[in-house]
């Protein structure tokens, strides 16, 4: 399953008096057999995460708790989504440049991803990535 586009995937939730459950399974709610999962917390206030692409790495961004926004851009246009519910994943497809920022208190970021850890995989210069973009749309690659 190839998903172009960054976009909000909702996930199954089972509600119960007893609290809430939600399940990320690979090719089911997540467009990619999951190769890894991190998750980033304890971020203090005002600081950012990410500010890199990757060529290939595929990600599926969950708020298990609290809030943050994803800035995702595409090297032609940039979209911000407002991440706070754990039942609604943000799908980051690869080849796009993205920024974690205002994180709540206690928030916990949950990064589920198609690729192992490749730091050779990372576009890590803003510059080198709005080349890369505009390269991958001249080949359509
Ligand atoms: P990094 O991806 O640069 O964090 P962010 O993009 O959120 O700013 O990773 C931070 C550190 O963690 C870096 O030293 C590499 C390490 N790391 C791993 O070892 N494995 C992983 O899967 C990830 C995501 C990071």
Redesign the pocket.
């Known amino acids: 399953m190839i998903m172009d586009e960054a976009q909000i995937i909702e996930l199954p939730k089972f509600l119960d008096r007893r609290g809430n459950l939600s399940v990320i399974e690979e090719l089911d709610a997540v467009p990619f057999a999951i190769a ?1 999962t ?1 998750w ?1 917390y304890d971020v203090p206030g005002g600081e ?5 692409a990757y060529r290939r790495n595929r990600e599926l961004i969950v708020a298990l708790s609290g809030s943050f926004v994803v800035t995702v851009d595409d090297g032609v246009s940039r979209s911000t989504f407002h991440l706070n519910r754990s039942y609604y994943g943000l799908y980051v497809p690869a080849g796009v440049w993205r920024q ?1 920022s205002d994180f709540s208190t206690n928030s916990v970021a949950l ?1 589920v ?1 198609s690729e ?2 490749d ?1 050779a995989d ?1 576009i890590e210069n803003y510059k080198q990535f709005i080349a890369y973009a505009r390269e991958k749309r001249r080949t359509g690659a």
């Open positions: 890894r991190y980033i950012k995460r990410g500010g890199h974690l990064v991803a192992p850890y730091r990372y």
